[in-house]
Every structure is written in C-alpha cells, then in structure tokens.
C-alpha cells in the first residue's frame, strides 16, 4: 500500500464518522416526541432485555435514581435535591421549553410528599413509583411495555 492510499482511506474513514455523528445528530434533534430517548430509557430501565418493565425493574431503577438525588444521603430529597438531578428531559431544548419541564417537575415533589415534611423519603418515593407504574400499565398485565411507557411519559 502506498502512502498515498493509506492517507485516502484514513481521510474516508473519518469522513465516515463524521456523517455518523452528524446522522445521530439531526435524528436526535428529530421532532417525534423524542422517541429514540425515549427508547434509551426504556432499554435502561428495562434491565433484562425483554422488552417489558416489570415493577422489579422500575422500583430498582427508581432507587438509583433515588441514590443520586441525594446529594446529603439522608435518605430523603429536599426540593433542590430533587430539581438539581436531570433526569434526561429538557436538555439541550430551547429555554422556554426547559423552564416548562422545570416546572412540571416541580408542580410533582409535593404529591409525592404524603405526609408533609416537605421532604421526600425513600418511602414516600417508592409509593409514588407503585403508583405511577399502575397507572402506566394500562392494559392490566402487570408490566409495562413501551407504549404504555411512552404514553405515560407523554402528559
Ligand atoms: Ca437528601
Ligand atoms: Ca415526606
Ligand atoms: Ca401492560
């Protein structure tokens, strides 16, 4: 090989990753509802592959989630523990769209702090996680699948 066709396929080569990184870019920047994310985050709850949330699977993800939120590990999530942890929602959107998912989040540590202290426990978290999994599971069957993920994290 000469040096010559050694430098073309190493310029092809990086050619090739560049159109890659620009594809994922413009799918990511796509306008169906983020459905590639969405799909992220399915597979990362989803731990055993079957493209089924079992409670098991959702109250494990719910705990990690629990653990970096809180900051202090006092075991409960003050309202700055809460809001300070994005859970991969409004990044990288316009400010006004952020805001608006700030404030969604918001608008949800109260009913999740049942018994008013103004902070969250792991129980009052984990109750809220059963909830909202019974909620999502629409068809009754006791897991959730991606659509019933999808649509319960549309509204
Ligand atoms: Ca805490
Ligand atoms: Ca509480
Ligand atoms: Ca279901």
């Known amino acids: 090989m000469t040096t010559f066709t050694k430098a073309l396929s ?5 050619a090739l990753i560049a159109g890659a990184v620009a594809f994922s870019g413009a799918a990511n920047a796509g306008s169906h509802g ?3 994310k969405m799909m992220k985050r399915f597979g990362m709850i989803d731990t055993n592959g079957d493209k089924k949330i079992t409670p ?6 719910r ?3 629990f653990a970096s939120m809180d900051a202090d590990d006092d075991n409960e999530l003050t309202m700055e523990e809460f809001m300070a942890v994005s859970m991969g929602d409004g990044q990288g959107k316009n400010p ?3 805001k608006m998912k700030q404030e969604k989040k918001r608008a949800k540590f109260k009913p999740m702090d049942t018994d008013g202290s103004g902070k969250v426990s792991e129980a ?3 109750a809220a996680g059963k909830a909202g999994f019974a909620k999502a599971d629409t068809d009754g069957d006791g897991a959730m699948s991606f659509n019933e993920f999808r649509d319960h994290h549309k509204n």
């Open 63 to 65: 705990g990690s989630v």
């Open 56 to 61: 098991d699977e959702v109250m494990e993800w």
């Open 34 to 36: 983020g459905g590639q």
């Open 124 to 126: 009052e978290w984990t």
């Open 10 to 14: 190493t310029t092809a080569a990086i």
């Open 96 to 98: 006004e769209k952020k």
